[in-house]
């Protein structure tokens, strides 16, 4: 009797185990319905339907599973919420991820392939410790969709912000509307590719708000507080085949999270398990320099100086009136035109927050003296720099506009700037360029 009744303990606690176990993975003929969900295998992340602040509207999402309040990483269907609890997720018979209604069949959100998989029997959506939610071939590594490809408002670890050039393929960030709404909103972080990459914010229209780059081999050159820290190592991939911003956690157990608000602030945020609260470990637009352009033209932003906008040593405001009233966006000019025939010189300004690079020409192979010449050799060049500063600097950056979105930074990096010889009088000589005659 004893032997049956610890039998049917250990067969009542196996059968207890079993039903409650959380699972990772649903395969084609499987569903997640609203009040179900997947949990990656370290429990870091769920993926469900939820309803965002005071909303009653559903939403197919990936939360964090043990922080609370809720804090939502990623959502499936955010401009076609869902009214009532009849949301259902599965994989469809063309081998997309899909979220329908089940009432009446009603298709919601798709992950949109576009083909129609032999294997589609065999396939699998899972929620990997990453809180990347992936769609492959069962018994595969290689993935046929996954969200990380299609990211909402929050960068996470493992993440790519930047771009396939094979494929087109464009990961950026777009705030929610509100904290109650996650459609999109008027906010968009993504990797500019013309001229020399850089990471760019803008606002609706394509109004730029905030310019993070470029990368100096180090660091993205303006963003703040980027240096060595135990929490995450951070990179910057550009090759042939994509180009990228992307950081790695340093121990797994960590909780750390870029966020896109709603009022377009870029934060960083990490997780405080003792006190189980976010903390704020940077703000992109933490000051008046970070707006995008504020100086103007030739203008330099210090945001230890009152006003923070100067002009460039050598260059005078192009309004003074509208300067006087600090009205700074009509910027700066030359004290003295260029005159290329005559012989012009550069000026080294030094740590400084590199220029829009948007309309730059850029070689990431010559030295800091063939960058040189190549300036010196077209007229229309108004400036230079090294790309990396490692190594005592290597690549080459070559603007041709109106140097815009200037300020002062940590980072010791140069930027030499054309000038004519008579005011290169008031201030150190770099180099003389010989009249062309």
């Not at 049917?8 to 003929?29: G, N, P, V």
């Not at 994509?242 to 602030?265: D, F, H, K």
């Amino acid at each position: 009797m004893e032997n049956f009744h610890n039998l049917f303990i250990f067969c009542l606690q196996f059968f207890f185990l079993a039903t409650c176990s959380q699972k990772d993975t649903i395969e084609y003929d499987q569903a997640i319905r609203d009040g179900d969900t997947l949990v990656s295998s370290n429990e870091m992340y769920e993926l469900g339907f939820f309803s965002p602040g005071s909303s009653r509207n559903r939403y197919l999402g990936i939360w964090y599973k043990n922080i609370s309040p809720q804090t939502v990483v990623w959502v499936a269907n955010r401009e076609t919420p869902i009214t009532d609890s009849s949301g259902v997720f599965r994989i469809d018979t063309n081998g997309s991820l899909r979220v329908i209604l089940s009432s009446n069949n009603t298709s919601i959100w798709s992950s949109n392939l576009g083909l129609v998989y032999h294997t589609t029997l065999h396939s699998v959506a899972q929620l990997l410790n990453s809180g990347n939610l992936v769609l492959r071939t069962s018994g595969e590594e290689s993935f046929i969709w996954q969200s990380f490809d299609y990211p909402g408002d929050t960068f996470l670890p493992g993440m790519k912000l930047g771009k396939d050039l094979v494929t087109r393929l464009d990961r950026r960030l777009t705030s929610w509307k509100s904290l109650d709404d996650p459609s999109p909103g008027p906010y968009v972080s993504f990797m500019d590719t013309n001229g020399f990459p850089q990471l760019f914010e803008e606002q609706q229209d394509s109004v730029p708000h905030l310019r993070l780059g470029p990368w100096n081999g180090i660091t993205l050159n303006g963003m703040p507080s980027l240096g060595s820290n135990p929490i995450f190592t951070h990179e910057f991939i550009f090759d042939d085949k994509e180009v990228y911003y992307g950081y790695t956690l340093v121990n797994s157990s960590g909780v750390t999270r870029v966020y896109l608000s709603p009022e377009g602030n870029m934060l960083r945020l990490n997780w405080i398990e003792r006190t189980q609260t976010w903390f704020l470990y940077w703000n992109a637009n933490i000051d008046i320099c970070s707006r995008y352009g504020l100086c103007g033209p030739y203008g330099s932003c210090n945001k230890n100086n009152s006003p923070p906008c100067s002009c460039m040593e050598g260059f005078v405001p192009r309004n003074p009136d509208e300067w006087s009233a600090s009205k700074w966006s009509s910027g700066c000019r030359r004290r003295t035109s260029l005159g290329c025939q005559n012989g012009d010189g550069y000026r080294v300004f030094k740590n400084v927050k590199m220029p829009d690079t948007q309309r730059s020409w850029y070689n990431r192979s010559m030295t800091l003296g063939e960058c040189e010449t190549a300036c010196k050799q077209n007229c229309s060049c108004v400036a230079y720099a090294n790309i990396d500063i490692r190594m005592n600097g290597i690549g080459c950056l070559l603007w041709f506009d109106d140097l815009m979105d200037i300020g002062t930074v940590d980072e010791s990096q140069d930027l030499y700037v054309r000038m004519a010889v008579s005011d290169l009088t008031k201030y150190p000589v770099l180099v003389i360029i010989p009249s062309p005659n």
